[in-house]
């Protein structure tokens, strides 16, 4: 994505719930995706923040959710 677009974008979120904002803002804004495959492994080290333990999954959780409904209730604005 470009710089310029990324920004147009009005993103907000900065932790859990980056990746659903960034989709539903896409979305809205009529953009094309093209999704590539990335290699991965195992993690090599330490615990999962998120899957490792409830009050993880409770706190990423709840900032999914919150971030859904704030981008879901903001009106729809084009791309500047």
């Given at each position: 994505?470009?710089?310029?677009?990324?920004?147009?974008?009005?993103?907000?979120?900065?932790?859990?719930?980056?990746?659903?904002?960034?989709?539903?803002?896409?979305?809205?804004?009529?953009?094309?995706?093209?999704?590539?495959?990335?290699?991965y492994r195992?993690?090599?080290?330490?615990?999962?923040?998120?899957?490792?333990?409830?009050?993880?999954?409770?706190?990423?959780?709840?900032?999914?959710?919150?971030?859904?409904?704030?981008?879901?209730?903001?009106?729809?604005?084009?791309l500047s």
């Open positions: 994505m470009r710089r310029d677009t990324l920004l147009a974008l009005g993103m907000r979120e900065l932790t859990y719930g980056w990746n659903l904002e960034m989709q539903m803002r896409v979305a809205r804004a009529g953009l094309r995706v093209l999704e590539l495959p990335v290699p195992r993690r090599s080290g330490g615990e999962s923040k998120v899957a490792g333990n409830l009050r993880g999954s409770l706190k990423a959780g709840s900032r999914i959710i919150a971030t859904f409904a704030r981008v879901a209730m903001e009106p729809a604005r084009g």
